[in-house]
């Protein structure tokens, strides 16, 4: 079965502090997408990486994609109010068929 | 501006009122996509096309229909809505090829009572 699991599903940090996002998926891909869900938004793309050790930034967040070990990560670095949002990762086949991860609520505290 | 627009916005309907959701969008990509939205589920891909003419199911396409007869328009139909299909919809669309981001419409919230 397709599968992606992100962890943590909520995640309350205070400002200026540093947290990952992990994403596990369960099949062989390098293609693997963050987005980024304001509440009562829809989905902004956030980083697309499609190879084994491809990493992008952009400002606070870094993503990065370990194809052997079937693993995403977006780093936030010194968390500020406005990066309060849900993030999702998910993968896509050959076929262009997407699997989305369930999601993570970020809450950050002033 | 790039755009993909979704109508109706919001929706409240009748078990088995056929009703249609219709997607735009103004980039001339080739890929569009639908997606249903549930609490604690993600989402989850309902149907895609690759080009005209050329429609694929994703993991949740029962009880949706889709047609793909011109580049831009890719409507969501559904023959006799269910309450399980009360839920949020987003249209995406994207060029083919790798390393294109996916855009998102703005979404329509689907009531059926």
């Known amino acids: 079965e397709l599968k992606v699991e992100q962890n943590p599903l909520f995640l309350s940090m205070q400002e200026g502090k540093n947290y990952t996002i992990y994403c596990n998926y369960s099949?062989?891909?390098?293609?693997l997408y963050w987005y980024r869900q304001d509440p009562g938004k829809s989905l902004e793309s956030l980083f697309v990486?499609?190879?084994?050790?491809a990493v992008k930034q952009e400002g606070r967040l870094m993503a990065s994609l370990d194809t052997k070990a079937r693993l995403s990560t977006l780093h936030i670095t010194a968390a500020v109010h406005d990066l309060s949002a849900t993030y999702f990762c998910?993968?896509?086949?050959?076929?262009?068929?997407?699997?989305f991860g369930t999601g993570t609520r970020l809450k950050v505290l002033a | 501006e790039a755009q993909v627009t979704q109508n109706p916005r919001y929706l409240i309907t009748v078990t088995g009122k056929k009703l249609t959701v219709t997607c735009s969008q103004n980039?001339?990509?080739?890929?569009m996509s639908w997606y249903r939205q549930d609490p604690g589920l993600g989402l989850r891909q309902i149907y895609y096309?690759?080009?005209?003419?050329?429609?694929d199911k994703g993991d949740v396409p029962e009880g949706y229909k889709v047609s793909r007869k011109e580049k831009r328009n890719f409507p969501l139909i559904l023959e006799s809505p269910s309450p399980n299909q009360t839920s949020l919809y987003f249209c995406?669309?994207?060029?083919?090829?790798?390393?294109?981001?996916?855009?998102f419409g703005p979404g329509t919230r689907l009531t059926v009572t």
């Open positions: 998910a993968y896509s086949s050959g076929t262009y068929k997407y699997i």
């Open positions: 099949t062989t891909s390098d293609r």
């Open positions: 990486l499609l190879s084994n050790g």
């Open positions: 980039m001339n990509h080739e890929y």
């Open positions: 096309s690759m080009n005209v003419e050329v429609t």
């Open positions: 995406a669309a994207r060029r083919t090829g790798a390393g294109y981001e996916q855009y």
